[in-house]
């Protein structure tokens, strides 16, 4: 017997599957960007892509829906089994579509590679909610009721999913793992609707296109569970750790005919040195481990950053005691069974600008070495961070900050802005650069309340000559002053994203970045 169809949307079936739906929607969107991230990088580009598709999708997936709905009553499991579908083989997908999109750039590429992988799916899950509507309302009386009623539920769902995700979910269980469960979950989702489809609005056909999805579904996730990387015969590189953590994708590469080791995130090289030696090869961080030569009797240093953990080592052979501040725990896993860093002082892990506020010791040195590929934490080179820093140090306490642009012969926008900054904290800086003769290159500032004396007799001859020769002029009235409320860096870093992104391409392969 037909029932009509307000009992049928005042169902508790029907608030569950766009409760379920709305859930779909956050995680794909959320874990969107660890699929990108490693590729293109955890830039804003990546994130503005995913929300820009995101939007598009839904508006796309309500109006379609719309039209549907319209035409007839029944269709709601076949849209939900086709999202599912979709879902389930976007880690399939991922790959090819990533290396397709690699010559467009990073803003373009990014964009375009999250449309085709993560649109479809969107798309039919927005048609979900103009169905449920018209399901939900038995006469024009009670549409606006209805209508409000599907999408709380919706957004109450998109609220849980992402709590749920980001909270419990994906700190055990990796990106795309959590795809494929989305997958099939959406799959046995349609299979449930459509039985009762078939009985309650006596769709003959509800069953049998669910059904079909569902096994071509069950039928090809052995692919699709094993696709992961593409595999390379390349016998140059060694993967010994990999780790999806909730900041990125964390591995140890080691290159046995160079003899180099290689701490990554994403498309980021954070850390390297030598395999047989354990030596540290990033020129930068030689830069500033002189700087205790310049400032005798120092003893307690902070490295916010702590990446292979070489700095801090290398202070320890000057008698410092150096707390570490790591974002990623993954990262500092690594560097311990990888790159034998033990830490001399307290090893916190935690987001900088929370942690340094809770922080009541004074440190004669604050290293801030926070550099990634894709984008710097733009909150930690802001007036308000810098003044935070300052707070930390001694009276003779130092500053040291790398940054990774163009030189542009001094007059790159992005080196003369966090210069100008710096000046706004402190009234004396120092800039290095970290290979004379390369345009892009490490930038090392050294900001103190005190004139630094490059002609100390406490430092050696040897030293003072190799830090004269990596000196530089650099303006600061060019650039402009980056604060909490705006900051312009993102843009102004774009194109040494792009170029820094491609080096480590170059070097170790477009599959090496592929989730």
């Known amino acids: 017997m037909n029932q009509p169809s307000s009992n049928i949307l005042g169902k508790t079936w029907l608030y569950c599957t766009v409760f379920l739906t709305g859930a779909a929607v956050m995680v794909i969107e959320l874990l969107g960007t660890r ?16 929300i820009s598709v995101t939007l598009i999708a839904l508006a796309i997936g309500y109006y379609w829906g719309g039209i549907w709905a319209d035409k007839t009553r029944s269709g709601l499991s076949l849209i939900i089994a086709i999202s599912g579908f979709l879902t389930l083989i976007i880690p399939w997908l991922t790959g090819p579509i990533l290396l397709a999109t690699d010559p467009l750039g990073l803003r373009l590429g990014s964009f375009v590679s ?72 959406l799959l046995l989702l349609a299979m449930i609707v459509a039985v009762i489809e078939h009985r309650y609005l006596k769709s003959k056909m509800a069953v049998l296109p669910a059904a079909v999805l569902l096994v071509i579904g069950i039928g090809i996730f052995p692919q699709i569970a094993n696709s992961g990387r593409i595999q390379s015969s390349d016998e140059a590189f060694q993967t010994r750790f990999e780790r999806e953590s909730l900041y990125g994708w964390v591995r140890v590469i080691d290159k046995p005919k160079e003899n180099i080791r290689l701490l990554t995130v994403d498309a980021s090289t954070i850390g390297a040195a030598s395999i047989s030696h354990g030596q540290n090869l990033l020129t930068y961080q030689k830069i500033v481990t002189h700087i205790p ?28 005691v150096t707390d570490t501040l790591e974002i990623d725990p993954a990262v500092a896993e690594a560097a311990s069974k990888f790159f034998g860093f033990v830490p001399t002082g307290k090893a916190i892990i935690g987001d900088a600008r929370y942690e340094i506020r809770q922080l009541k010791d004074t440190y004669d040195l604050v290293i801030l070495d926070v550099f990634t590929g894709g984008s710097e934490p733009t909150h930690l080179l802001t007036v308000e961070s810098l003044a935070q820093l300052r707070g930390l140090l001694s009276d003779q306490g130092i500053l040291a900050l790398n940054f990774v642009s163009f030189f542009d012969n001094g007059e790159n926008p992005a080196l003369t802005s966090v210069a100008r900054t710096l000046s706004r904290v402190f009234p004396y800086q120092q800039v290095f650069i970290s290979d004379p003769g390369r345009d892009f290159n490490d930038f090392i500032f050294l900001a103190t309340n005190h004139a630094i004396d490059l002609e100390a007799e406490s430092l050696p001859n040897v030293h003072r000559s190799w830090l004269k020769h990596r000196l530089l002029d650099v303006d600061p009235s060019q650039g402009v002053i980056l604060t909490d409320n705006l900051s312009q860096l993102e843009l102004l870093q774009t194109r040494k994203s792009e170029h820094y992104r491609r080096i480590i391409v170059d070097s170790l392969g477009s599959n090496h970045f592929i989730r």
């Open 293 to 320: 030569a310049l400032v005798p009797n120092m003893k307690r240093a902070l490295l916010i950053g702590q990446g292979a953990g070489h700095m801090a080592m290398t202070l320890k052979e000057y008698g410092i």
């Open 114 to 185: 999250t449309l085709i992988l993560f649109s479809p799916s969107l798309i039919m899950l927005g048609m979900v909610g103009p169905f449920a509507v018209k399901l939900s309302t038995a006469t024009l009386a009670n549409v606006g009721a209805s209508t409000g009623s599907i999408y709380a539920v919706s957004t109450v769902g998109s609220v849980i999913g992402t709590l749920f995700l980001g909270f419990y979910l994906f700190p055990v269980i990796g990106s795309r793992e959590i795809f494929i469960g989305v997958g099939i979950a």
């Open 35 to 50: 699929l990108i991230a490693p590729f293109y990088g955890a830039s804003l580009y990546v994130w503005t892509s995913l």
